[in-house]
């Protein structure tokens, strides 16, 4: 059965209006895109959509109690609740670097979670 799917471009500022259009799992056409890009994108969110984990952890002896991270690479929508509360339960020891690995090979997905700032501890030395 043919359905359609909508949905919006993120690729660049235009925001494309995007129309998947599939049969049974299969992508047959996407109508709006601008460029390839939206095509691209579309097909991805329709197969395989994935996301970049944002979130914070726990710090121990650091001037601030949280610790900004990010996943290296998006990972599979499906597992973005998980790895969520999978890092709520972590919490490092300051001093942590920018870029700095806080947990390698987030839920077997092969990508790693980083610091995203320099963070010192309370006496100020890193």
């Known amino acids: 059965m043919r359905s359609s799917h909508e949905f919006t471009c ?3 500022p235009l925001s494309c ?3 998947l259009v599939e049969e049974d799992g299969r992508v047959l056409e996407v109508k709006g895109a601008e460029c390839r890009l939206g095509e691209k994108y579309a097909e991805a969110e329709f197969t395989d959509p994935r996301r970049v984990v944002t979130t914070t952890v726990t710090v121990r002896n650091g001037t601030l109690p949280l610790l900004p991270v990010r996943s290296t690479e998006a990972i599979p929508r499906r597992l ?10 972590i919490a490092v020891e ?3 670097k920018e870029g700095q690995v806080i ?9 790693d979670v980083v ?4 963070l010192n ?5 890193k």
Request: hydrophobic share 40%; net charge negative; charged share 20%.
């Open 94 to 96: 300051a001093p942590v």
């Open 10 to 12: 993120i690729n660049c």
């Open 115 to 118: 610091s995203s700032r320099d």
């Open 103 to 111: 947990l390698a090979d987030l839920l077997g997905t092969g990508v």
């Open 80 to 89: 973005v609740r998980e790895a969520v509360e999978s890092l709520a339960s």
């Open 17 to 19: 209006p995007l129309e």
């Open 121 to 125: 501890t309370l006496s100020g030395h």
